[in-house]
């Protein structure tokens, strides 16, 4: 009785007029959300399109004052890493996601297990870079590529693993026991059968964490370092990479002409990260339903 | 045929129980080597307020007094941005959410790192030159009771500070939380919205008295998850807090977080400041350990919620 009379207290222009506001404050806060992003991307294109060059993406970074610098080097360092990384996590976290899936469905172990999983992609990127800086780097007395490498498969195991559990999760329940009625074992039935007709759904996991992890800055910082040479001692020595190219660059140095070339390369990796995520949701969309 | 269906099994369970070793090593790792700081200083490092290297001591208050703040201001710029856009986004006609919900998502997709130069680049000079001088002087938020402490004596800052780090993380975690958002709000069942459609209401009214009521939990959840990473988040905070150990003084001052001390000091660290970091980081762990417990609680009851319901 209460709710009626105070619904007829309301005027009718009052309630016209708090939708509008309403309304109008949804449109307000998109427009704010897209024009952030748009001045992001605005800012990096007009600053980085200037560094540019063919020489840039070719050569090597060089201490500042040198001639014909590039990112050629970190380019390949921040592509060793993350294909490292996927190299080191997919297989073992798409088996963890397939065991939450098929088998942990009312399991006590899989539930903390999930919630694990959870907690892990929460886990602030640079308390990974402390974890792998101690089990790594510390026993082998430097910093090197391969360290950044294993800090970045951690960051990736949960989430491959959330999302290969969700997909797999969404294959129908008829197809499992059509496959096992066959006489499959489990195991064929669910390599060959589910994970297949789950294929989109695993590739966009893999290919979205990929390009997440290839921008990320601070789990490197203690783990694969910097340096102005090509990875060719990928598991010795120091290796550059993008991110933290464009951390020293712009944060820890004050010449213009560095910012300039830190600018260039978060234009790469902007358009890589960007090119990747937006490929990945054209091509393997359509089917994820 | 059996045995192989066993051994796969088992291997895949054991593939599972990486995440759990994995979270356990870095709990205990963390532990053992902040063993020394703890034992130095004892639970009274969590609320001392020093941080000098040359003394050796070592307090860890300014550190999560900053993190706390810039993830305070973050929340409150973000979330009713992130509700807004999230509530636009379900309630409008299908062809827009086709657009726009890909670009909000593409948002999260940009590395901190980039968020970090935008911030020292673009958002500094314009803090400097026009929003805090104009929050200062024409909003005259300096005049109010509470204004210098909030804006430092005078309302000038130089651009870097808290503020900025919050409108940054802000502008950072905003998709992330939208995101949340918005699949909470599609799982409203629309019987319940056409009831209330069906009895008059306006579009604000179904929003606020079913949709919101509706979806609280799973609100407050995509809340949590969004301040989780605003707590951890290190290179867009690193490029324009100031990076100084001291207590905040009003939104204008400089400061640090704990992710930006630990990416700063640690390269350097020795003994009882690298034991100390290692304290902060445990800290650090801990209270993203118990956002993600609220967000998951929050989440799940949503889910059940629903399954009941439908």
């Known amino acids: ?289 | 045929m059996k045995h192989i269906d066993i051994v796969f099994r088992y291997l895949c369970m054991a593939c599972a129980a990486v995440a759990g070793c994995l979270l356990l090593g870095i709990l205990v790792q963390l532990i053992q080597n902040s063993a020394g700081a703890w034992s130095e200083f004892g639970i009274e490092f969590i609320w001392s307020e020093e941080w000098d290297a040359y003394e050796n001591k070592f307090g860890a208050l300014p550190h999560i007094a900053g993190t706390l703040l810039t993830t305070a201001l973050a929340l409150i710029l973000s979330v009713p941005l992130a509700f807004a856009s999230a509530l636009l986004l379900t309630e409008s006609p299908k062809w827009i959410e086709r657009i726009l919900s890909p670009c909000v998502d593409l948002l999260a997709a940009i590395p901190s790192v980039i968020y970090g130069m935008w911030g020292l680049f673009v958002l500094v000079p314009i803090m400097q030159d026009d929003v805090q001088p104009f929050l200062a002087e024409e909003l005259g938020l300096i005049h109010l009771p509470g204004g210098e402490w909030l804006l430092g004596d005078d309302g000038v800052g130089c651009g870097f500070g808290f503020l900025t780090a919050g409108i940054i993380l802000a502008v950072m975690i905003l998709p992330y939380m939208s995101a949340v958002m918005r699949d909470v709000l599609r799982m409203t069942p629309s019987m319940l919205k056409e009831s209330a459609y069906g009895i008059g209401c306006t579009r604000r009214e179904v929003i606020t008295d079913v949709v919101l009521r509706h979806g609280a939990p799973g609100i407050l959840g995509g809340i949590c998850i969004g301040m989780g990473r605003a707590l951890g988040e290190t290179m867009a905070v690193l490029f324009v807090i100031g990076n100084l150990p001291q207590m905040p003084e009003g939104l204008y001052s400089f400061g640090t977080t704990i992710s930006a001390t630990l990416a700063n000091n640690f390269g350097e660290a020795v003994d009882m400041e690298r034991s100390a970091l290692f304290a902060l980081g445990l800290i650090l762990l801990v209270l993203c350990f118990i956002i993600q417990l609220i967000a998951h609680q929050l989440l799940r009851r949503n889910k059940l919620k629903l399954a009941t319901q439908r």
């Open chain 1, 1 to 289: 009785m209460n709710n009626c009379s105070t619904l007829k207290r309301r005027s009718p222009i009052f309630r016209k007029f708090s939708n509008i506001v309403m309304n109008c404050f949804c449109l307000l806060s998109i427009t704010l959300a897209l024009f952030a992003m748009y001045s992001i991307l605005v800012t990096v294109w007009q600053h980085g399109s200037d560094a540019l060059t063919w020489e840039f993406l070719t050569e090597p970074s060089k201490p500042y004052g040198e001639e014909n610098a590039g990112i050629a080097n970190a380019l390949l360092g921040t592509l060793y890493m993350s294909l490292g990384a996927a190299l080191m996590a997919v297989i073992p976290a798409m088996a963890a996601g397939i065991w939450l899936a098929e088998f942990g469905k009312n399991n006590k172990i899989a539930t903390i297990l999930r919630f694990c999983g959870n907690v892990l992609m929460g886990i602030p990127s640079i308390i990974i870079g402390l974890f792998v800086y101690v089990l790594i780097v510390i026993p082998a007395g430097h910093f090197s590529g391969w360290a950044g490498a294993i800090a970045l498969s951690i960051i990736m195991f949960p989430v491959i693993m959330r999302t290969t559990e969700d997909s797999i999760n969404m294959v129908p329940d008829t197809l499992r026991e059509s496959a096992l009625a066959l006489g499959m074992t489990r195991m064929r039935a669910t390599l060959s059968i589910v994970s297949r007709s789950a294929k989109n759904g695993l590739i966009t996991g893999v290919l979205l964490s990929l390009a997440r992890v290839s921008g990320e800055t601070a789990p490197l910082l203690f783990t694969a370092l910097f340096a102005d040479v090509y990875p060719n001692h990928f598991f010795e020595q120091p290796t550059a990479s993008i991110p933290v190219l464009i951390n020293e660059y712009t944060n820890n140095s004050p010449f213009e002409a560095m910012h300039n070339m830190g600018w260039g390369a978060a234009l790469v990796i902007a358009l890589v990260i960007l090119a990747i995520n937006i490929l990945t949701r054209i091509i393997f969309h359509e089917n994820k339903h």
